[in-house]
T-cell receptor, first 112, second 114 residues
Framework: DAGVTQSPTHLIKTRGQHVTLRCSPISGHKSVSWYQQVLGQGPQFIFQYYEKEERGRGNFPDRFSARQFPNYSSELNVNALLLGDSALYLC???????????FGQGTRLTVV | AQSVTQPDIHITVSEGASLELRCNYS??????LFWYVQSPGQGLQLLLKYFSGDTLVQGIKGFEAEFKRSQSSFNLRKPSVHWSDAAEYFC????????????FGQGTTLQVKP
């Protein structure tokens, strides 16, 4: 079975642009979470979706948004990119919230 | 406030030596506890998790962890370290249900000497 897949793997954007990151969970997993990992730090929680509904939101500005589709895949959108948004964005899936998440390889976003 | 502290930023051990990585948490309710490993430029791999029951949990790659409620700790151990264990290790705490949000420590980088 395929694990959590994220696309693209790397991305370079300019300040002020918009970016969309995509995530496909493990087959059968209905919960998807997004995390931001800045170099040298642990991942920080951004969003969690379960059964297409937002279940949790971290301390991130409204420039960050996400959604989950009927097939349980998910998108993370970031508007008006700032240099500080440069990070590894990780998607994680689980059968249900709190059951131990399986992470994808991440999308490395660089904002210049 | 909910938090996870990994006191050791960097640890170096010799190959074949034993390993213990420390993790302390602050959490109001009964937490779920996790250890993840991350190789450079990669995502996180779940090593083990504790939900309830036996406080000594076994994970993959020969790792184990012990939950000590009185000390608010969940330390990771391995009796004999292999060179391939060199990586960054993250302890995380989460709620038993609902949001599924995980709070991570800042990580411990493990270096293995030949």
């Amino acid at each position: 079975d395929a694990g959590v897949t994220q696309s693209p793997t790397h991305l370079i954007k300019t300040r002020g642009q918009h970016v969309t990151l995509r995530c496909s969970p493990i087959s059968g997993h209905k919960s998807v979470s997004w995390y931001q990992q800045v170099l040298g730090q642990g991942p920080q929680f951004i969003f969690q979706y379960y059964e297409k509904e937002e279940r949790g939101r971290g301390n991130f500005p409204d420039r960050f948004s996400a959604r989950q589709f009927p097939n349980y895949s998910s998108e993370l959108n970031v508007n008006a990119l700032l240099l500080g948004d440069s990070a590894l964005y990780l998607c994680a899936s689980s059968l249900e919230p709190g059951q131990g998440a399986f992470f994808g390889q991440g999308t490395r976003l660089t904002v210049v | 406030a909910q938090s996870v502290t990994q006191p050791d930023i960097h640890i170096t051990v010799s190959e074949g030596a034993s390993l213990e990585l420390r993790c302390n948490y602050s959490y109001g309710a009964t937490p779920y506890l996790f250890w993840y490993v991350q190789s450079p430029g990669q995502g996180l791999q779940l090593l083990l998790k504790y939900f309830s029951g036996d406080t000594l949990v076994q994970g993959i790659k020969g790792f184990e962890a012990e939950f000590k409620r009185s000390q608010s700790s969940f330390n990771l151990r391995k009796p004999s370290v292999h060179w391939s264990d060199a990586a960054e290790y993250f302890c995380a705490v989460g709620p038993s249900s609902n949001t599924g949000k995980l709070i991570f420590g800042q990580g411990t980088t493990l270096q293995v000497k030949p």
